[in-house]
């Protein structure tokens, strides 16, 4: 269950998990089919059950502390789930407030009114005592004049790139800090919704406002200067689904002061948000890192006879060897064992110090059989070599020698090694198919509301992490196996 964007959480989860906070349906048929065996519900909670058999009635118990514009839905709960519901909501004595057949999701249903204080209860039904299945429903009570309270404001945020991330039925008490500070807003809707943005004289400041918006390339769509109380905004228009920003100033852009601003939806108004994910961050690739970074220890001094695999001297990462090629046709072995993956590089140099310097080498890259694998020639520096390549652990042999094998000469023998960089795996999950998350089939996923989700192809056990922004409470059921 999310009540807002996800916050830092963190579970372990199987191959496919669903994430839930809500209330099963514990009296069962037929105790719960009338107010006297009601299930026990609540504001701001996840209700679920079945609706198991034709004519099957499930009735279900909240309340109300304060006067409260309350909202109620179904939705089909899983691949089981029920498809055409009727819900009524009744007081306290059993009498009938207001009923929805088909206002929901699909033929699901959905039903808004205005409670006093008290006890309450819902009863949900096939449509016509004639559909069954598993459901969800959800109650989400809002004080009638109740707004949540916005993300405060993190200056700079002047531009459509910086708003501050607004929500249905928020409130937000800013302030225009200088004069011609303005403050940018950035809000999200999944299905055409009518918004109302009005600003508020609060008595910090700010008395004369305009407020502009912009669809999701920031170009201005409409703006209201003094349609709210006295000199304030008020701005109502039905956004389509997608990104919008909204501009609150100074009414000449060149004023300051505190003010409120308060952005408020049809109950029930869909969160944005619910699509499947198939790449949770891609920001997961594992840079290489330089072991060596210019840097070298003095490797072992060769011992003639060297020229054969057999006889190799031992070589480290960054080891730098200073020997020589001492006849024509000598060659020079060395034998390096790596660990576990690393790029390596082996390069030949002048040796600077010599009077006899070898000017034109090759050198020769071999596994642990002495069976050839890569070799070059003229890559360093001018007639000089150099080798890169990605090597496993095991063991290897590298052979030093004049380009034809024949010539002789002084040189320096440089190995640098770094650790494999790592590509962004763009989360797979098992089987390589990509890790999914979504709302449970059928569900509707709305502001101050619960909601399950799925998670599919997790390869398990994982740990997932969830973020929230703005940060907010957040509660978390593991459900099991849907």
Request: glycine content about 10%; charged content about 15%.
């Amino acid at each position: 269950m999310l009540k807002s964007q996800l916050f830092l959480a963190a579970l372990t989860l199987s191959a496919t998990t669903a994430f839930a906070q809500g209330l099963p349906e514990t009296n069962g048929d037929p105790a719960n089919d009338t107010i006297a065996g009601a299930e026990a519900g609540a504001c701001g909670s996840q209700h679920y059950g079945s609706i198991s058999v034709n004519g099957d009635e499930d009735v279900w118990a909240f309340s109300v502390a304060t006067q409260s514009d309350v909202t109620v839905w179904t939705s089909a709960r899983g691949s089981a789930g029920i498809t055409d519901t009727t819900i009524d909501i009744f007081d306290s004595n059993g009498a009938v407030i207001t009923t929805d057949d088909d206002s929901g999701e699909g033929l699901n249903s959905l039903a808004t009114t205005n409670l006093n204080p008290g006890n309450y209860f819902v009863n949900v039904r096939g449509w016509n005592g004639t559909t069954t299945g598993d459901y969800a429903f959800d109650i989400l009570c809002q004080p009638s004049s109740g707004l949540a309270t916005g993300t405060p404001e993190v200056e700079p945020n002047d531009t459509c790139s910086q708003g501050t991330l607004a929500n249905c039925n928020e409130r937000h008490d800013n302030v225009l800090q200088v004069a011609g500070d303005v403050d940018f807003y950035c809000m999200s809707v999944i299905s055409s919704t009518n918004v109302t943005f009005e600003t508020i004289n609060t008595g910090a400041g700010l008395t004369d406002s305009k407020i502009w918006l912009y669809d999701s390339t920031c170009t201005e769509v409409a703006n209201d200067d003094d349609g709210g109380v006295g000199t304030m905004s008020l701005l109502t228009y039905t956004l389509t689904p997608g990104t919008w920003y909204l501009e609150v100033s100074h009414w000449q852009r060149n004023g300051t002061g505190g003010y409120g601003l308060e952005i408020t939806c049809p109950a029930g108004t869909p969160i944005a948000g619910g699509e499947v994910l198939t790449d949770l961050t891609g920001q997961n690739a594992i840079p290489s890192v330089d072991l060596c970074g210019g840097a070298y220890n003095a490797g072992a001094t060769e011992v003639e006879p060297n020229d054969t695999c057999a006889t190799a001297t031992a070589a480290n990462c960054c080891d730098e060897f200073f020997n020589s090629l001492q006849a024509a046709g000598d060659v020079d072995f060395y034998c390096l064992s790596v660990a576990s993956s690393l790029t390596v590089t082996f390069e030949t140099h002048l040796d600077t110090a010599s009077a006899n310097q070898l000017t034109d080498s090759k050198i020769w890259l071999y596994d642990s059989n002495c069976v050839e694998i890569d070799n070059d020639d003229d890559g360093g520096a001018g007639l000089l070599s150099k080798l890169t390549t990605t090597l496993s652990a095991g063991t290897y042999y590298l052979e030093v020698s004049h380009w034809q094998r024949n010539g002789d000469g002084d040189y320096r023998l440089t190995v640098d090694c770094a650790t494999v960089a790592v590509p962004d795996p763009g989360c797979p999950g098992n089987s390589g198919f990509p890790l999914t998350w979504s709302h449970r089939l059928g569900e509707l996923a709305r502001f101050g509301s619960q909601w399950t989700i799925d998670a599919t192809n997790l390869p398990g056990p994982t740990v997932v992490f969830f973020a929230t922004n703005p940060i907010a409470p957040i509660e978390l059921g593991i459900i099991g196996m849907p």
